[in-house]
């Protein structure tokens, strides 16, 4: 019997513990059950108490003190030791049933992301293991205010591709936060930063701003103060960079974005249904009997 997951992931601050509140609520609104995880160890407060919690098992604070270790080690630490003890994992989940959606709560360190193999050995045992075997979708989150900065939301961009390569599962991308840029980019701009497209960089805002402080080939402007000059990065290879970047990502084809507005229940239950999509959730659910062929067979008795 198979079962349900969605992993949430992304950058600190894209707001993942707050959509997984908001999951929750609709999940219990709509008569669906929750397992909620929490995987960050320095995580502290919580709208809806995890039923699993990786500070049950290890916390960040206590690997920094008696090891010694910085934020980003300790962090690595206590998902090695999670590794090592992944049957505390097993115990938790082996009596779930098909019925419930487990939402896994992720830490924000990119690390985990991008180059430490922690991550894809994780998903191979929460999907392939015997025990368990869940159909599991990497629900990636960033936030809707870096498409401001188009440099940082192609940067973001491509932290969600190596997401999408290292962990080889169903994966969605969401731009979180959706209500607070409503009144800074109109709705036909913002299609534009659905699909990524390399173009965004030639009408940047920020862009602008640094072409007007250097020269025509990165040269620093001496008409412009100093103190104006240290506001924005400099530098024709600054750009070049830039569109580097924006051209791998747009040569993958990988990475679509779905918008997501916490305050909005059907912004969220559109999130959902996607997940569902994913993992398959309403084809493994066995067909209910209509009530009213129950109550002709109850009449004909």
Known sequence: MSKFGAMIMGPAGAGKSTFCAALITHLQLNRRSAFYINLDPAAESFEHQPDLDIKELISLQDAMEELGLGPNGGLIYCFEFLMENLDWLTEALDSLT????????????????????????????????????????????????????????FAGTLSAMSAMLMLEIP???????????????????????????????????????????????????????????????????FRRLNRAVAGLIESFSMVNYLRLDVTNEDSVAGILSHIDDCIQYHEAQDPKEPDDERDYDEEED
């Open 98 to 153: 098909e019925e419930y959606l487990i939402i896994i709560d992720m830490p924000g360190q990119i690390e985990l992301y991008t180059h430490i193999p922690i991550l894809p050995r994780l998903v191979k045992f929460l999907t392939q293991s015997g025990a368990l075997d869940i159909r599991l979708a990497a629900v990636y989150l960033l936030e809707a205010t870096f498409v401001v900065d188009r440099a940082k939301y």
């Open 171 to 237: 994966h969605i991308n969401v731009l979180s936060k959706m209500d607070l840029i409503k009144d800074q980019v109109k709705k036909k701009d913002l299609k534009r930063f659905i699909t990524p497209d390399v173009a965004l960089l030639d009408d940047d805002p920020l862009e602008r701003s640094r072409r007007i402080t250097e020269g025509p080939e990165g040269e620093d402007d001496e008409s412009v103060p100093p103190d104006e000059k240290s506001q924005v990065m400099k530098g024709a290879s």
